[in-house]
Structure formats: C-alpha cells, structure tokens
C-alpha cells in the first residue's frame, strides 16, 4: 500500500489504515532522518488508544506505553552497533511478547525478526510517501 501525506490529517487516516490492515504486531519503519517515523508512530499508538505521551526513545533504546489494548514498545536502534546490545536490553522478550512494537532504524536487527510489517518514509519536497507491506 502506497499514501501521501500531506497534512496530520492524511497522517492520522494512515495510521487508521495501517492497524486496520495489520496482520502482524511488529513493525520497521525506515527512513531519512527527519522523515517523519516517530510522529507516525504517535499517530499509530493514537489509533490504539494510547493515551501516553510519546516521544523518541533515541536515548533510551526502547520506550513502553500503556493502552487498552496491552502495552507497546517503541524502538530507536539509530545508536546501536552491535546485536549484543539488543540482547543486553531483553530484545527476543520484547519481539516474543505479543505487544506492538515499532521499531525505527532495524537493519541491525530486520534478521531476528518473526514475520512484521515494513514502513518506508520518503520525505520529497514537503510531502511524505509512505509504503506499508
């Protein structure tokens, strides 16, 4: 599936479309810094209800929020250089939990992964394109 954002109002119709045609829990999102991953997320977690204030876990690694649904976990492996650093955090338990998780920056990990959905962010002259798999 193929969008263009234009507006938060596109963002937020995505992100509907999104969780709507999910069959899986776990995500990537990759593109360009500045593309637009964390705010699509926050408008992801909208859409299930989390009533949390989200923000980049660059520092962090992983940050958890609490909704109706069961808890999410959102990613920032832009730091992360080795796999032994994921697996210092309880990475598998978190992939293994059956929670959302979102995770910005995956090639390190894309390998490891059970079956997910990848989102591509392209930032082209003020508009976003977006592809969801």
Request: with cysteine.
């Amino acid at each position: 599936m193929d969008f263009v954002i234009n507006t938060f109002s596109d963002l937020e119709d995505v992100a509907k479309e999104i969780i709507s045609n999910s069959k899986y829990k776990i995500f990537t999102l990759k593109g360009n810094l500045g593309a637009g991953k964390t705010t699509l997320i926050k408008y992801l977690c909208k859409t299930l209800e989390c009533p949390d204030n989200i923000t980049s876990p660059t520092f962090s690694l992983v940050n958890e929020y609490l909704c109706p649904t069961g808890r999410i976990y959102h990613f920032d492996l832009y730091r992360i250089k080795y796999m032994e650093e994921l697996i210092n955090i309880g990475f598998y338990e978190y992939i293994d939990s059956d929670n959302y998780c979102f995770i910005e920056w995956p090639d390190i990990c894309e390998n490891e992964l059970p079956e997910h959905h990848k989102i591509l962010l392209n930032l082209m002259d003020q508009t976003r394109h977006l592809t969801f798999n």
